[in-house]
């Protein structure tokens, strides 16, 4: 075998080992960048469904507090009277999920 042959052979080899190296390079790229994504939906996804959760549960206790103050009955002084903690704590929970935002004052005052 020819020497010039053997080095002919190794170049082409070699340009297809960097051929190679860069699809994989890119591959994982694309790969990573989609992950990512992906992976920003599901946190978005997790949040939304935590924030309808406390939604149905404070409104199913302002429904209930609501009915309990219509009534006048000694019954319904009692579950009142556990229900406004929990809408309490509800309150507080939602804080977490819409904080207050402090506006910029103007130099105006406005």
């Not at 051929?19 to 992906?38: K, P, T």
């Not at 302002?62 to 009915?67: E, I, Q, V």
Request: hydrophobic fraction near 40%.
């Amino acid at each position: 075998m020819d020497n010039t042959y053997i080095t002919q052979n190794a170049e082409i080899l070699a340009k297809i080992a960097t051929i190679g190296s860069f699809v994989v390079a890119v591959s994982a790229l694309i790969f990573s960048y989609l992950q990512s994504r992906f992976r920003k939906h599901e946190i978005k996804r997790a949040y939304y469904c935590e924030v309808l959760e406390w939604y149905s549960k404070t409104i199913s206790i302002l429904s209930n507090l609501n009915y309990c103050l219509k009534n006048s009955h000694a019954k319904f002084a009692e579950k009142r009277d556990q229900l406004l903690p929990m809408l309490s704590t509800q309150i507080e929970i939602g804080r977490f999920y819409f904080p207050n935002k402090k506006r910029l004052i103007s130099q105006n005052g406005c």
